[in-house]
């Protein structure tokens, strides 16, 4: 089975055209989905990949071929409506990730090492006030307060909501 995380995930991958209504509609059928690593053969599969999407389906005693967005979700509608609630659909999933460009990927990096710092001064924080050492509290909290300065002199004044 696959979790209705699993399924929603896919919408943070690049989809084919017309793939978002699809994963809309399998999102709510998640426990009869199962995912494979294969493309299986006679066996009702839909296949999810950069540039479009397939399904085989057994549709009024034979196995339906359907390759246009368009005709995908109806197809998939019509299996769901005559399959039992036991009947499977093999899911095959072909997506890249997205690419994270250099500056954002930098920007993400530079906040994770700010949120690290601030939680290693947290941290001294605490031993301080467990060891009831006065001097250490006081220079961890003046570093903590040095951080939050920088961060917001970093991130600059919230645009205003006018």
Partial sequence: MMTKDDILLLKTKLLPP???????????RHSQ????NIVLENVPLLIIGRHGM??????????????QAEEILPALQAYFNSASSTDKLFVFINLP??????EVQ????EVEARAMR????RMKIDRALD???????????KELEELMREEDSTVG????AT
């Fill in 18 to 28: 017309g793939a978002e209504a699809v994963i809309d509609f399998l999102a709510a």
């Fill in 106 to 109: 930098q920007v993400l990096s």
């Fill in 97 to 102: 990730e997205l690419p994270i460009p250099p």
């Fill in 54 to 67: 397939i399904a085989r389906l057994p549709l009024n005693g034979r196995i339906k071929k359907v390759s």
């Fill in 33 to 36: 989905l199962e995912s494979t």
């Fill in 131 to 141: 060891e009831r050492n006065r001097e250490a509290f006081d220079r961890a909290v």
């Fill in 157 to 160: 004044p919230a645009p205003s």
């Fill in 118 to 121: 601030r939680e290693e001064i």
